[in-house]
């Protein structure tokens, strides 16, 4: 069963930075896009950044040219460095990964617990 495993979030002060990252643990074949999400109470999620196999990213107008979404192929990782930290920025956040884990099973969606990222003004 594969699940993925998020680390990084916090508490920082506006303008500051923070580093998320994801893996995932049990079998993963293949992996296609990456991609962060997040959520704020009462509100829908919403995509923070994805990046394709190929590294083709896109980030939601809020965080351009301040956070930065990368994928290593290697150790199957996902990264979110946020720069500029704004209040507006506080919410859960969220790993998605499309994962084939084995040629027995397709290619299905999976979704991190969550870390919590605060930003103080």
């Known amino acids: 069963q594969v699940q993925l495993v998020e680390s990084g979030g916090g508490l920082v002060q506006a303008g500051g930075s923070l580093r998320l990252s994801c893996a995932p643990s049990?079998?993963?074949?293949?992996?296609?896009?990456m991609g962060w999400y997040r959520q704020v109470p009462g509100k829908q999620r919403e995509m923070v950044g994805t990046?394709?196999?190929?590294?083709?990213?896109n980030y939601a107008d809020s965080v351009k040219g301040r956070f930065t979404i990368s994928r290593d192929n290697v150790k199957n990782t996902v990264n979110l460095q946020m720069n500029s930290l704004k209040p507006e920025d506080t919410a859960v956040y969220y790993c998605?990964?499309?994962?084939?884990?084995?040629?027995?099973?397709?290619?299905?969606?999976?979704w991190g617990q969550g870390t919590q990222v605060t930003v103080s003004s």
């Open positions: 998605n990964m499309y994962i084939r884990p084995t040629i027995w099973v397709p290619t299905t969606e999976y």
């Open positions: 049990g079998s993963t074949l293949r992996i296609d896009t």
């Open positions: 990046v394709t196999s190929g590294g083709n990213t």
